[in-house]
């Protein structure tokens, strides 16, 4: 899997919301105390979906939309294949 | 009391859905998930902190707007706050009668003297003796 920023070309740090449950409490004077916090997204799921879902992992260095590779090697695996069939033929 | 459980009676422990934001680092193909972390602050922990505040602030000023009607039940539930420990949606602000409070003509009659001694005193600072004349 390879995670890139086509604008800038950072591949090394992505930002991706999560929707999360926070269990609080209301302190005495009036302040909050957070007692926990509990992912409700899966992480797999979020980067699997990257490109079809609104909510995407951008750029950390420039906030653009993260393009998302789970295969790097299809390309070449595609290229291979075809260079086989042209030897065959 | 701020808000009020109205099955459990509890006013203190509440659970809200609220976003934030993770890092994701890519190194040496594997991925590591973690705070997203900036010279000089921790944009998840900022995130966690404001959203909540914000939640609880709106739930806060617009009680009515939070509630939603369910019709199977017929009672109304809160579409944003749940109590913590029953895990109902039944959370409102407690219900505080009005103070009462006197009519604004008396209060206004009452605050003249006061108010003159303002107007004045920014009467006086407009009008400063000119110390110095070109």
């Known amino acids: 899997m390879k995670i890139t920023c086509p604008s800038c070309g950072n591949h090394k740090s992505f930002l991706i ?17 957070i007692l926990h916090v509990r992912q409700l997204e899966s992480l797999e799921d979020k980067i699997v979906d990257q490109g079809k879902t609104s909510f ?3 750029c950390k260095e420039c906030g653009g939309d993260a393009k998302v590779t789970l295969n790097e090697y299809e390309m070449l695996d595609q290229e291979k294949e075809q260079c086989a069939a042209l030897e065959a033929l | 009391m701020k808000l009020l459980c109205l099955i459990c009676g509890n006013y203190m422990y509440f659970e809200t859905d ?8 890519t190194t040496g193909g594997l991925i590591s998930v973690d705070n997203a972390l900036f010279p000089d602050f921790d944009y998840t922990e900022d995130t966690i902190r404001d959203n909540l505040k914000d939640i609880v602030d709106y739930v806060l000023k617009q009680d009515d707007s939070s509630l939603a009607f369910d019709p199977e039940t017929e009672t109304y539930y809160n ?3 749940s109590c913590a ?6 959370v409102a602000r407690p219900f505080r009668p009005k103070p009462r409070i006197i009519p604004l003509d008396r ?7 006061e108010f003159n001694a303002l107007r004045k005193e920014r009467n006086d600072e407009n009008n400063l003796p000119q110390l110095w004349q070109p």
Do not use: M
């Open chain 1, 56 to 58: 995407a992992i951008t």
């Open chain 1, 17 to 33: 919301p999560l929707w999360v449950r926070c269990t609080f409490k209301f302190n005495e004077d009036g302040t909050l105390s």
């Open chain 2, 85 to 90: 420990r029953c895990g109902s949606s039944k």
């Open chain 2, 18 to 25: 609220i976003t934030t934001v993770k890092e994701i680092t």
């Open chain 2, 107 to 113: 209060e206004l009659e009452e605050n003249r003297e």
């Open chain 2, 79 to 81: 579409r944003h706050i």
